[in-house]
Nanobody, 124 residues
Framework: QVSLVESGGGLVQAGGSLRLSCAAS????????MAWFRQAPGKDREFVAA????????YFADSVKGRFTISRDNAKNTVSLQMNNLKPEDTAVYYC?????????????????WGQGTQVTVSS
């Protein structure tokens, strides 16, 4: 069992930056692929970024590529999402998720544990 708690959301102007963090409790954090998803009002939840259990490989949605980075610290059981050059269309609730899948995956169905989410609002 893994429990995930996100933090770092807030209100920022377009072009600004935010750093989201996700703290995991439970066993074997380093064995999980970790990811961030987001859900904007009236839209389905979508994949944002993922990082392999080793921390070596990452993958990003095209909409955030070049602006967002994902990192993890397996010693501290944390995963972070650095968001730069934010746009109003990045406004959403951001969720941290953990997957037992052997590799990076964008499929929500392969993520076994989810956090409660943190709100990110980008004003124009």
């Amino acid at each position: 069992q893994v429990s995930l708690v996100e933090s770092g959301g807030g209100l920022v102007q377009a072009g600004g930056s935010l750093r989201l963090s996700c703290a995991a409790s439970g066993r074997s954090f380093s064995s999980y692929t970790m990811a961030w998803f987001r859900q904007a009002p009236g839209k389905d939840r979508e994949f944002v970024a993922a990082i392999h259990r080793s921390g070596i490989s990452t993958y990003f949605a095209d909409s955030v590529k070049g602006r967002f980075t994902i990192s993890r610290d397996n010693a501290k059981n944390t995963v972070s999402l650095q968001m730069n050059n934010l746009k109003p269309e990045d406004t959403a609730v951001y969720y941290c998720a953990a997957s037992r899948w052997f590799d990076i995956t964008t499929s929500q169905a392969r993520y076994n544990y989810w956090g409660q989410g943190t709100q990110v609002t980008v004003s124009s």
